[in-house]
């Protein structure tokens, strides 16, 4: 078992410290190798994913990442941004499959900005296709009109077969839950989503014990507020499942606990925690790694078919919250909070 550690920026190599503590401490006998990638390596090379890096992650069997980003990149030209580092390494490993559980533990319920009634018990899974649509859609540019005016344009597509993968993914998720799945789209509007939800219907033929009902993504975002628990898996395109899931991430009490699983045809997969690099308090010792931690879980599961060590390390994780452990994002007014590093030990502990 090969491990590529991408830590990345920002609270990036704080974050994954703990994880893999956690991870040796199941001692399973992962090898790590670590990596450049993001503003890091753009600073070191001039390139956010450096042709080392790449070939590590390709002969890996999975890739654990941290974030990638921060204000002293925003202004380079795009093919030296770190965020292009992220979107390149999923579009050569064809990393179409995107799971984004959000998942409210009991302690959390009072941390979400919605009642404690509205969230509490929350199972969902957003699957976000990630390797098409307006992200990677050509052509795209800036341009200038005859009339010396500006133009930005970028395209949104999806093929059929593209759409069937992620579905597929979708309806079998589904399968080993409660047996519904959502798909959302703007066919009102988008060719690209009606074509997307024309595919979904045949597709949903196939799985007759699975439901499947379609929402447009205005609808779906305000669905998500107002009776969250209505859904069990959402299925939705590239753009607006990254909209959808910072929302979902909310109704948990913090995008601080969304872990992520990115997934090719063979389960070979980058698991990377939802949020991003906080620049803003990064080094400070006191960002949460529990998304982290919990994207090494669905490492263990997805691509090394541990299930059981997934598990434990999911029941450390909820052990640690039922203890009143927390970092400053998930506690209550007034609650005490502890750092990343103690953070990630009291799940050592645990384990
Ligand atoms: C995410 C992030 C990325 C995305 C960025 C960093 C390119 O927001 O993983 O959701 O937009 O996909
Ligand atoms: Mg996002």
């Known amino acids: 078992m090969k491990v590529a550690v991408l830590a990345g920026d920002g609270i990036g190599p704080e974050i994954i410290a703990e994880a893999i503590k956690a991870l040796r401490a199941l001692d399973l006998g992962i090898e790590f190798e670590e990596a450049l990638v993001g503003g ?206 910072d929302e979902a991430s909310m109704l948990t009490g913090s995008i601080g606990m969304l872990p992520s699983a990115s997934l090719d045809a063979n389960a070979k997969g980058l698991y990377e925690p939802i949020h991003g690099s906080a620049p803003d308090i990064a080094g400070k010792g006191i960002a949460n790694p529990l998304a982290t931690i919990l994207s090494a879980a669905m490492m263990l599961r997805y691509t090394f078919n541990g299930e059981e060590a997934a598990a434990r390390l999911e029941r450390a994780v909820a052990k640690v919250l039922a203890q009143g452990l927390r970092t400053g994002d998930i506690a209550a007014a007034g609650e005490p909070t502890i750092g990343t590093r103690a953070m990630g030990d009291a799940v050592v502990n645990a384990l």
């Open 40 to 245: 890091a390596a753009t600073d070191a090379h001039g390139d956010p994913l450096p042709p080392a890096t790449l070939a590590l992650c390709k002969a890996a069997d999975a890739v654990l990442f941290g974030a990638v980003g921060g204000p002293k990149y925003d202004t380079l030209p795009r093919p030296q941004r770190p965020e292009q580092g992220l979107l390149r390494l999923r579009k050569e490993l064809g990393l179409f499959a995107n799971l984004r559980p959000a998942l409210i533990y009991p302690e959390l319920a009072a941390a979400s900005t919605l009642k404690p009634e509205v969230v509490a018990g929350l199972d969902l899974l957003i699957v976000r296709e990630l390797t098409g649509d307006i992200y990677f859609g050509q052509p795209r540019g800036i341009r200038t009109l005859d009339n010396g005016e500006r133009e930005g344009f970028d395209t949104m597509r999806y093929s059929e077969s593209e759409i069937r993968r992620i579905g597929h993914v979708a309806f079998k998720a589904a399968r080993k839950r409660v047996k519904r799945v959502c798909s959302v789209d703007k066919a009102n509007v988008l060719e690209t989503t009606q074509l997307w939800r024309e595919v979904m219907t045949e597709l949903g033929r196939d799985y007759p014990d699975v439901e499947l009902t379609h929402m447009y993504v205005d609808n779906a975002a305000m669905q998500l507020l107002r009776n969250p628990k209505q859904f069990d898996v959402l299925v939705t395109g590239n753009m607006f499942g990254d909209i959808l899931s």
